[in-house]
């Protein structure tokens, strides 16, 4: 099985490079590359016990592939196939597929790094591959977006750098378990990287206008398991101490109703799905040991929403609200908000249940009202008007990418079928009432705005560093 886990990482690489040799077949090349990801993670689940390779044992630089890694390893397979079936007809050239193949490549060796130094590298292949794909239009708008992501996912491995040489100057050893010993800063710097390279807390505010100027399958691919590449080594750190989960745990509080606060307020649709992007992954990071399925079931979720808001007449919900949607698009965007408000019968209602279970006390609160928020959020969605003779204009290959998207919140309920209570089935239901209400009688009526002046680049930087003075100040704490 090692030898099999070096010619998986491989392969999106060589397939990636191969394009570029046989253009004609760049399509079915990339959705190959999809598709060995996929049968990779389902050999993942079937293990008993993870697998480990040490490439350099003396430096502690070793890779990890075990059933977390697998729920975000098929994340990447299905997104990544998705998003390549749904540009199958459309103008996008050799280049844009080798781009996607590369950024999937280097996902995948992110979700089993377990040192600083390869997952550095995994992050920054990924980072120069997503910025080509942003940028991937090549107007003067895309361009700007793109720069401005790769200014501060510069800027955030800088941090996580001098992190990663303070743990092998304690240890001469890159192994997160390094952690533990090392001098408080290291932790903090190694922290700031990972949460602005994630997009969370306030670190994440250059998500949302990165995700939602991107062409629709880039936001997709970003929103659905990009910025995961970052947490899973967070959700990893957590696990070495329990003063190293204890802070995960927080930034995951804070970043769920941070991201839901906007997101209720939003009135751009690709805005609102973007600040969702961020509180869901305070979902993830709230609950280390279970984050893995919750990741799974929030990339499957927002790329079909990014898809399928790409095919709406509009990105205002207050137009949408008097211009009828065709009912054909508003079924899957129903399913899909019904999944990530955690409605019985799809898997977003399993991985909020399941995630419960291993909530603090002290956290239970803060997270329940999150979930109400969630639910507030996505009524925008659900309570559209739609009309079964209004035609619908969508990309030759909308339909299956949305099929395979959606199909995967109804297979995924199997993960966690404790998850149908009684009480847990009814906890459900009165978040999703209660959420419903205060959007009819209450958000619906008012008009609040959110500034964005927090998002400018020349406050992000302020806003990092305010981040990272947090950051000396909890693991100084504790």
């Excluded at 350099?56 to 397979?77: E, H, M, P």
């Excluded at 700031?192 to 062409?215: C, N, Q």
């Excluded at 399913?335 to 291993?358: D, E, H, N, Q, V």
């Amino acid at each position: 099985m090692n030898q099999i886990t070096i010619v998986w990482v491989a392969i999106p690489f060589l397939l990636g490079f191969t394009i570029f040799l046989v253009p004609r077949i760049n399509r079915h090349l990339a959705l190959w590359g999809a598709l060995a990801s996929a049968a990779y993670s389902a050999q993942l689940f079937l293990e008993s016990s993870p697998i480990k390779l040490n490439l350099l044992d003396n430096f502690g630089v070793r890779l990890v592939a075990d059933q977390l890694s697998a729920y975000f390893i098929l994340t990447n397979a299905i997104v990544t196939a998705a998003v390549i079936i749904y540009c199958w007809r459309s103008d996008k050239t050799y280049f844009f597929y080798a781009q996607t193949l590369i950024i999937h490549g280097s996902l995948n060796a992110a979700f089993i790094c377990a040192d600083f130094i390869s997952l550095y590298v995994a992050l920054e292949v990924s980072g120069i591959a997503a910025f080509l794909l942003i940028a991937y239009s090549r107007s003067d708008r895309s361009i700007w977006v793109g720069l401005r992501y790769l200014f501060i996912s510069n800027i955030a491995m800088l941090f996580y750098l001098v992190g990663a040489a303070l743990v092998y100057e304690k240890h001469h050893s890159f192994n997160f378990a390094g952690l533990v010993d090392s001098p408080p800063e290291a932790l903090a710097l190694i922290f700031i990287g990972l949460l602005i390279k994630g997009g969370i807390f306030v670190s994440g505010l250059w998500l949302p206008l990165t995700h939602s100027e991107s062409e629709t399958p880039v936001s997709a691919l970003l929103s659905g398991v990009v910025v995961k590449a970052s947490v899973l080594p967070l959700l990893r750190c957590a696990f070495i101490s329990e003063d190293i989960e204890n802070i995960v745990r927080i930034f995951g509080v804070g970043t769920a109703l941070m991201g839901v606060s906007y997101a209720i307020f939003e009135k751009d649709t690709k805005r609102m799905l973007a600040f969702h992007t961020i509180s869901q992954l305070g979902f993830i990071l709230a609950a280390p040991a279970v984050g893995g399925f919750y990741a799974m079931t929030h990339g499957l979720v927002k790329s079909s929403l990014f898809l399928m808001a790409g095919s709406l007449p509009s990105r205002n919900f207050k137009e949408l609200k008097y211009q009828p949607i065709s009912t054909k698009i508003w079924i899957p965007l129903l399913i899909s908000s019904l999944s990530i408000s955690g409605f019985p019968l799809l898997a977003g209602f399993g991985s909020k249940a399941l995630t419960t279970t291993y909530l603090l006390d002290w956290q239970e609160i803060l997270m329940n009202i999150a979930g109400v928020g969630t639910t507030i959020s996505f009524a925008k969605f659900i309570f559209l008007p739609h009309n079964q003779e209004v035609e619908i204009k969508t990309k030759p290959g909308f339909w299956m990418a949305v099929i395979l998207l959606i199909s995967g919140l109804f297979v995924g309920n199997i993960v966690y079928l404790e998850a149908y209570s009684s009480d847990k089935i009814v906890k459900a239901l009165i978040t999703i009432a209660i959420g419903w209400l205060i959007y009819h009688f209450v958000i619906k009526k008012g008009t609040v705005y959110i500034p964005r002046v927090f998002e400018k680049i020349e406050h992000l930087v302020g806003v990092m560093s305010l981040t990272l003075i947090l950051l000396f100040w909890m693991v100084f704490a504790w």
